[in-house]
């Protein structure tokens, strides 16, 4: 059972990936009074998203120039409960 819900949350996250790569500004902008502090020391951001996924994961996400386009780094994949404490919720 545990091994089929890691694959479907795998695949989410894949296709989550598909889809910011055609629209990066595909997730919903984390206010900054939000941020994580532990994402602001070790990142330095200056922007950060979330998507959901399924059963209530979590996707963060930020976005940088890579001297071309647009770039999508992901930061951390987790459940919602997890977010929740993170994001001060």
Avoid: A
């Avoid at 963060?60 to 409960?81: K, N």
């Amino acid at each position: 059972m545990e091994e089929c819900r890691n694959e479907r949350l795998r695949k989410n996250v894949n296709e989550t990936l598909d889809l910011l790569r055609m629209n990066y500004e595909l997730g919903d902008r984390v206010p900054k009074r939000q941020w994580p502090r532990s994402y602001v020391r070790q990142l330095g951001l200056n922007n950060l998203y979330r998507c959901d996924l399924v059963e209530g994961w979590r996707l963060t996400y930020t976005l940088s120039f890579d001297g071309v386009g647009i770039r999508v780094d992901v930061i951390e994949v987790m459940p919602h409960q997890e977010y929740e404490r993170r994001f001060r919720y």
